[in-house]
C-alpha cells in the first residue's frame, strides 16, 4: 500500500499541479469582476497558453472548459449564448491543440511557438464565428444574431493573438522558451 502512494507520489508534478491550480483560480474569477470582453478575453487566453507551457496539455485542455461556464454564469457571457458554450469549449481546445502541435512540431521553439500561436487564434476564430453563425441564426433573432456573431466573430481573433504576446512575455520572463 505504501508502495502505491509513492509511486503516485512521484508522479504527479507538483510544481505543474501548483501552476495549474493558480492558473485555473484566475480564469475562474476573473469574469465576476472584469465584465469586458477586451480585457478578459486576452487574459483567458493568455492563461490557457501559459498553463500549455506551464502544466501541459492535458491541464490546459481542462481549463479550456471552464473561462466559459464561469462567463455565462458571471453575466459576461450573455444567456442567449448559452448553447454557445460548448463551441467555446472546443474553440478553447482548437487554440491550446494548435499551438502545442505547431511547438512541438518546428524545430526553432521560436517560429513554432507563434506559428502555433497564430494558426490556434486563428483556427479558434474561424470555428467560433462559423458556429455561432449557424446556431445564433436557429436560436435567437436576427438583430440580435448579427450581434452576438459580432462578438463571437474577429474579437476573438484578436483577444487569442492578445492573449498569445502576452502568453510569450510572461513565458520570455520566466524563461520557459
Avoid: C
Wanted: aromatic share 12%; hydrophobic share 60%; charged share 10%.
Amino acid at each position: 500500500m505504501d508502495y502505491q502512494r509513492e509511486a503516485t507520489a512521484a508522479r504527479v508534478d507538483v510544481k505543474a499541479m501548483a501552476n495549474f491550480l493558480v492558473l485555473a483560480s484566475v480564469a475562474a474569477v476573473l469574469p465576476f469582476f472584469i465584465h469586458s470582453q477586451w480585457i478578459t478575453g486576452p487574459i483567458v487566453n493568455a492563461i490557457l497558453i501559459l498553463t500549455l507551457f506551464l502544466a501541459g496539455i492535458r491541464s490546459a485542455l481542462v481549463l479550456a472548459l471552464i473561462p466559459s461556464v464561469v462567463a455565462l454564469s458571471s453575466g459576461l457571457l450573455p444567456a442567449v449564448l448559452a448553447p454557445a458554450v460548448p463551441f467555446i469549449m472546443i474553440a478553447n481546445a482548437i487554440l491550446v491543440f494548435t499551438a502545442d502541435w505547431f511547438y512541438r512540431n518546428f524545430k526553432d521553439d521560436v517560429r513554432g511557438y507563434w506559428l502555433g500561436v497564430g494558426a490556434g487564434a486563428l483556427l479558434k476564430f474561424l470555428f467560433l464565428f462559423t458556429s455561432v453563425k449557424i446556431i445564433s441564426g436557429l436560436l435567437i433573432k436576427q438583430e440580435l444574431a448579427l450581434k452576438v456573431a459580432e462578438m463571437m466573430g474577429w474579437p476573438q481573433l484578436t483577444t487569442a493573438l492578445t492573449g498569445g504576446i502576452i502568453a510569450w512575455l510572461i513565458l520570455r520572463w520566466l524563461k520557459r522558451i
